[in-house]
């Protein structure tokens, strides 16, 4: 079992639309929980963090956890063309006292004008 | 403020050569790791170093080396390189205490 996962899409959504993508993770000791975005041929960058369960609102993103169901989502209101990329999942826990990100696969999604 | 800083951005490499890739993090920013992303196995962690020492590694072979200097630049070593070494090879950085990553660009590696 990956220790994070996401289905790698493509996930496709119409421009306006809200889109859903999802997250679990295998250990329930991780502690911080991130979405970064890739575009083609860029680095990751980060656009939501999230560390106690609820839901937590930037803008546009809204990012939700779910640590009994170890599941994180991150929905994307009024989806835009530039929303296409590829969104990884990060998790972060205590390893051998030191801490270590995980990432998920990435989900690709597009938007389509 | 200076982002993170990855070195060389491209490269092409035959079988059996090594290779070194360079990350200049951001000032103030003493941890330093190194993920590969390929396409099918997405970002993988290769190892981090914090204060000259290596303090995590991933599941990497031991042709996978790293180090980092006293002024937190950190290069990465891969010896007797094999065609599936090819990925994009990215460099993040953090501040002490703080828990998010910055990217670098990436070194795009090809191995021929």
């Known amino acids: 079992q990956k220790e994070v996962e996401q289905n790698s899409g493509p996930l496709s959504v119409p421009e306006g639309a809200i889109a859903s993508l999802n997250c679990t993770y295998s250990?329930?000791?991780?502690?911080?929980f991130f979405w970064y975005r890739q575009y083609s041929g860029k680095s990751p960058e980060l656009i939501m963090s999230?560390?106690?369960?609820g839901d937590k609102e930037d803008g546009r993103f809204t990012a939700q956890l779910n640590k009994a169901s170890q599941y994180v989502s991150l929905l994307i209101r009024d989806s835009q063309p530039s929303d296409s990329a590829t969104y990884l999942c990060?998790?972060?826990?205590?390893?051998?006292?030191?801490?270590?990100?995980?990432f998920g696969t990435g989900t690709k999604l597009q938007v389509i004008p | 403020k200076a982002g993170v800083t990855q070195t060389p951005r491209y490269l092409i490499k035959t079988r059996g050569q090594q290779v070194t890739l360079s990350c200049s993090p951001i000032?103030?920013?003493?941890?330093v790791s190194w993920y590969q992303q390929t396409p099918g196995q997405g970002l993988q962690f290769l190892f981090e170093?914090?204060?000259?020492?290596?303090?995590n590694k991933g599941n990497f072979p031991g042709r996978f080396s790293g180090r980092q200097f006293s002024n937190s630049r950190s290069e990465m070593n891969v010896s007797t390189l094999e065609l599936g070494d090819s990925a994009l090879y990215l460099c993040?950085?953090?501040?002490?205490?703080?828990?998010?990553?910055?990217f670098g660009a990436g070194s795009r590696l090809t191995v021929l």
């Open positions: 250990d329930r000791v991780s502690q911080s």
């Open positions: 000032s103030g920013h003493r941890s």
């Open positions: 990060a998790v972060l826990k205590n390893s051998g006292g030191y801490q270590k990100v995980t």
């Open positions: 170093y914090f204060s000259e020492t290596q303090r």
């Open positions: 993040a950085t953090k501040a002490a205490g703080a828990n998010v990553l910055t």
């Open positions: 999230i560390y106690s369960n």
